[in-house]
Nanobody
Framework: QVQLVESGGGLVQAGGSLRLSCTAS??????????MGWFRQVPGKVREFVAA????????YYGDSVKGRFAISRDNAKNSVDLQMNSLKPEDTGVYYC???????????????WGMGTQVTVSS
């Protein structure tokens, strides 16, 4: 079992930046090779893949709508992952969920574990 807790989020003007953080806790065996990332729920749309980072290989993946603006980073010692969001747009508004899985995940395969979510609001 793994628990995911997000922090960060809030209100920002278009063009601004925000940083989200997520810390994982639970089974060390599971966390030793664990992918973490972010999905978001934009009002009126299905949940959308934002970014993911594999624990051991360190590869990063991004959704098309955030490529070049968002960056995901990780700290293995702290079992944490951050999402730096730059050049934010009003359409980035939504609830951002920290996610994790022992297997690779993405738009076609949702992850197993989800945090409670944190609200990001971008004003125009």
């Amino acid at each position: 079992q793994v628990q995911l807790v997000e922090s960060g989020g809030g209100l920002v003007q278009a063009g601004g930046s925000l940083r989200l953080s997520c810390t994982a806790s639970g089974s060390e065996r599971i966390l030793s090779d664990y992918s973490m990332g972010w999905f978001r729920q934009v009002p009126g749309k299905v949940r959308e893949f934002v970014a993911a980072r594999r624990w051991s290989r360190g590869l990063a993946y991004y959704g098309d709508s955030v490529k070049g603006r968002f960056a995901i980073s990780r700290d293995n010692a702290k079992n944490s992952v951050d999402l730096q969001m730059n050049s934010l747009k009003p359409e980035d508004t939504g609830v951002y969920y920290c996610v994790g899985d022992t297997l690779d995940f993405g738009p076609a395969r949702p992850p197993v574990s989800w945090g409670m979510g944190t609200q990001v609001t971008v004003s125009s």
